[in-house]
């Protein structure tokens, strides 16, 4: 049976026994009495706490104890003295069991979705692939399922298309979105004997090309193992109240016996007499609040982030955050826009404009967007050309007003001059790592047109704010190294590691861990892997799925400033989490020596009644706890001067 069914059962059965506390103040009784708690308890133990108790025997075997004690020992002890207590007339507990049963188990469907959630990313991977291929068989074009594809054939691939498989270029040429697969922000130009990656997208041109890798040996296909890799490879972390339980489960049970022995062997109690001191002591010590401790910290921990647009997708990540010493973060998307946009005009700005933008509206070219955009942004007009001319690899060419203009690449000036002032503009701003697109009019070079993906406005406050808190940070990304050293300087970036393939991302992070926990904040396919081996990952909300799927943590609003939320978030719900538990134990450590009767001299005593009571007090004092999670200070970020 699974954990949700179970959870499912111990609910139903367990809530006529919280409306009958609720009501029993006023005098209203469950029908049945004891007989009905009796029967809804009986079926809450045999079919939802079965695991618990086998768990507990299997452990006592091996000589260890662990959460599943706690509550098998807690619960157990409450059930069966309580139907000695019915039978001998006597106040019940049956509610404690069904209870606590009910608490832990909605903890348990918590970590289940998670761990579905994790599954799903690999699927959605698998379903970025292709699924057929148009297939040169015989001299005729065939389009066959991608299953079908084997190394050698030549597949043809037209605008818009996925490629199906990796290989290399045999024929024609074309533009390839590839960010997905390398975090590469700029559209790559592909030509004859060039590679090209399975799952990417075509832009603009058709071409032929071999495939080379095939199944299992594609670079997709490689990205998913290494996400099953990097999950498998997390260590399962041993919950707090395990570690705590190995030596407080024997210390009750060493007490409640020695409770017992004392009473009944030196101080001449009646059986009855001795049985319920040693029972109080078992029932004060029941781990009601610990159920409760996680999951009502969580939920309000992740409640409270969620209205921040701060996703936290599991329990283990809050404590990971707490030693990270290092964030490193994927450039593309994350600290920059993830597209191409116009960053300078050099020369009149309208005519450059205007003759630019009336080039590229017959452009295929990708960056003929960028210049197109911030011609509208600036309600520019474009003018009508004629005998317009894409030349491949430069640019292009028409006329306007019967002179000729053009738009394009340094390859495209042939013999016009360019003068000393634009020159060293043009100088000026490759060296920020910009595209430097040229205009002319007339055979005269007219301005320049610099284009990049830039950073966000809110990147460089973000990176300072995770600085002022000691942290180092670190740029991974498949950019070229002059790029990525370009952002990182505007930003204020500790170090850069640029030229990085997919399937070294992960690798750079383990290596990064060998200084301590690291954080992955990124956005892309090609992240997935990273996000997954780092010990906290931070997906930003823009993403793809995968990436989100991928992360521990997820930013919904896409702004990097939410990291250092995040992280502060993260950690005061885990401090929360170690406050509660404190206060789950903290009644019962308190209660113990007097439910074992140490004070009875001085008519202080407890009985299993006022035990029970101090377990509600405990779990009250725990769901308080949470609630006021609600009210803790999340710290502003740094303002820049």
């Known amino acids: 049976m699974t954990i949700t069914k179970r ?33 809804l308890t009986t079926i809450v133990m045999a079919v939802a706490a079965r695991p618990f108790l086998q768990s507990a025997w299997a452990s006592f075997k091996k000589h260890h104890s662990n959460m599943d004690t706690l509550v098998a020992i807690g619960t157990a002890t409450a059930y069966v003295y309580s139907i000695y207590a019915m039978i001998t007339k006597q106040a019940v507990f049956f509610e404690s069991a069904a209870f606590v049963i009910t608490f832990v188990l909605l903890g348990q469907v918590f970590e289940e979705r998670m761990r579905n959630n994790a599954s799903n990313a690999i699927e ?54 590839e960010s997905m697969v390398t975090g590469e922000s700029m559209p790559v130009t592909k030509n004859v004997g060039d590679k090209v990656i399975g799952s990417t997208m075509n832009s603009n041109g058709t071409f032929m090309f071999k495939a080379e890798k095939v ?12 996400v099953k890799k990097a999950q498998n490879s997390h260590a399962p972390i041993q919950n707090l109240t395990d570690k705590v339980s190995e030596i407080f489960v024997p ?21 009855a007499t001795s049985l319920i001191y040693a029972v109080s002591v078992v029932v004060i010590a029941c781990p009601c609040a610990l159920g409760l401790a996680t999951p009502t910290a969580l939920m309000v921990g992740t409640g409270r982030g969620a209205k921040m647009g701060i996703l936290i997708k599991n329990s283990e990540v809050l404590e990971e955050v707490n030693d990270v010493k290092t964030v490193v973060m994927d450039k593309t998307g994350t600290i920059t826009k993830g597209k191409p946009e116009v960053t300078d005009i050099i020369g009149n700005e309208k005519q450059v404009l205007e003759i630019a933008s009336a080039l590229e509206e017959s452009s295929e070219h990708p960056l003929a967007t960028a210049i197109l955009d911030k011609a509208k942004a600036d309600q520019i007009t474009s003018n009508t050309v004629d005998d317009f001319q894409a030349i491949e690899g430069k640019g292009v060419s028409a006329t306007i007003n019967g002179q000729k203009a053009f738009v394009g690449n340094d390859k495209l000036l042939n013999d016009v001059k360019i003068d000393e002032e634009l020159h060293a503009q043009m100088i000026k701003l490759q060296n920020e790592a910009k595209t430097v697109v040229f205009v ?52 204020g970036i500790d170090e850069v590691i640029a030229d990085v393939l997919p399937g070294d991302k992960a690798d750079h992070v383990k290596a990064l861990q060998e200084n301590g926990k690291v954080a992955f904040v990124g956005d892309g396919i090609n992240d997935a892997p990273a996000l997954t081996m780092a010990d906290v990952g931070i997906a930003m909300g823009s993403g793809t799925d995968i990436a989100i799927e991928s992360g521990g943590i997820v930013l919904m609003k896409n702004d990097l400033r939410d990291v250092a939320k995040a992280l502060e978030l993260s950690k005061k719900t885990f401090n ?23 004070f009875y001299a001085i008519g202080l005593t407890l009985s299993p009644e006022l035990a029970g009571l101090a377990m509600a007090f405990s779990s009250l004092s725990v769901v308080t706890s949470s609630v006021l999670l609600n009210k803790a200070k999340i710290s502003t970020n740094v303002k820049l001067a």
């Open 124 to 177: 959605k991977l698998v379903n970025l692939q292709a699924k057929e291929a148009e297939v040169l068989h015989d001299g005729k074009l065939v389009k066959i399922p991608l299953d079908d594809v084997v190394a050698g054939d030549l597949i043809r691939v037209k605008p818009g298309q996925k490629i199906a498989v990796d290989g290399v270029i045999t024929e024609g040429s074309s533009t390839v979105d």
């Open 7 to 39: 959870f499912w059962i111990a609910l139903i059965f367990s809530l006529p026994m919280l409306f009958g506390m609720i009501l029993m103040p006023f005098g209203i009784m469950i029908p049945g009495g004891e007989w009905t708690q009796f029967v």
């Open 251 to 271: 210390v009750v049970l060493i007490l409640a016996i020695l409770t017992f022995l004392v009473w009944y062997v030196f101080l001449g109690a009646t059986v």
């Open 576 to 598: 929360r989490i170690k406050l509660n538990l404190f206060w789950a134990f903290i009644y019962n450590v308190l209660g113990i020596p007097v439910a074992a009767g140490l």
């Open 440 to 491: 002319g009019l007339a055979d005269q070079i007219i301005g320049l047109i610099a284009i990049q993906d830039a950073p966000k406005e809110t990147s460089k406050e973000a990176i300072a704010t995770l600085k002022s808190r000691g942290l180092r940070t670190v740029m991974l990304t498949g950019d070229n190294k002059r790029v990525a050293d370009a952002i990182a300087q505007e930003v």
């Open 215 to 226: 199944g299992s040996e594609t670079m997709l296909s490689q990205i998913v193992e290494l």
